[in-house]
């Protein structure tokens, strides 16, 4: 089993330019999430969603947008991407809010 | 006062020794706790989660959680070197701005020294 997948593994993305961060899981979790991990501040909650077809704004949201089409994928988007997005991107799921979460990879995104 | 707060460490202790983890939360209403272990550049792992006061057990790991004085602790029995990592506390808070807040500590670095 797979788990939860995340693409890419790692980007440099210039100042400006937009990007589309993948996550997918087949767990049919319902519940997806977006953190992001800077040193000193933990993991803090972008955008999650409680279920295919809604999205909400975490603690952090200001700069990207999600979309949940379907059960499986949770794609982040940094519109125009500025330095200080410059972080570890984990994607992570649950069966619902209230339940552990599996987390993915990660995808280490610098941004100049 | 941060939501969750756990000190950053490092704490080293000796293998064989019991290591221990603790974390305080400042929302009386948290209903349940998770304790995730992160490997330098992997991503987070569950290793614990509890719900009720008292203690919870898992082979060489215990989670203790007290509401009244609202922290939740990770002892690791027996630490070995593989236990070497940032443990993540996490705390569900419930909901919170039309979603189930679940909030992490920044983590504890753990080194078990041979």
């Known amino acids: 089993t797979a788990g939860i997948t995340q693409a890419p593994t790692s980007q440099i993305l210039a100042a400006g330019r937009s990007m589309t961060l993948r996550c997918t899981q087949d767990?049919?979790?319902?519940?997806m999430y977006w953190y992001r991990q800077d040193l000193g501040l933990g993991l803090r909650l972008i955008h999650y969603?409680?279920?295919?077809?809604?999205?909400g704004k975490g603690e952090v949201p200001d700069g990207y947008s999600v979309s949940r089409a379907n059960t499986d994928d949770f794609p982040l988007t940094l519109a125009s991407a500025v330095p200080s997005q410059t972080s570890v991107y984990f994607c992570a799921s649950s069966v619902s809010f209230d339940n552990e979460q599996f987390f993915g990879p990660g995808t280490r995104l610098t941004v100049l | 006062q941060k939501e969750v707060e756990q000190n950053s460490g490092p704490l080293s202790v000796p293998e064989g020794a019991i290591a221990s983890l603790n974390c305080t939360y400042s929302?009386?209403?948290?209903?349940?706790f998770f304790w995730y272990r992160q490997y330098s550049g992997k991503s987070p792992e569950l290793i614990m989660f509890i719900y009720s006061n008292g203690d919870k057990e898992d082979g060489r790991f215990t989670a203790q959680l007290n509401k009244a004085s609202q922290y939740v602790s990770l002892l690791i029995r027996d630490s070995q070197p593989s236990d070497s990592a940032t443990y993540l506390c996490a705390v569900n808070t419930g909901y919170s701005g039309g979603y189930q807040k679940v909030t992490f500590g920044i983590g504890t670095k753990l080194q078990v020294i041979p």
């Open positions: 929302d009386r209403g948290s209903q349940s």
């Open positions: 969603s409680n279920t295919a077809g809604t999205t």
């Open positions: 767990m049919r979790h319902n519940a």
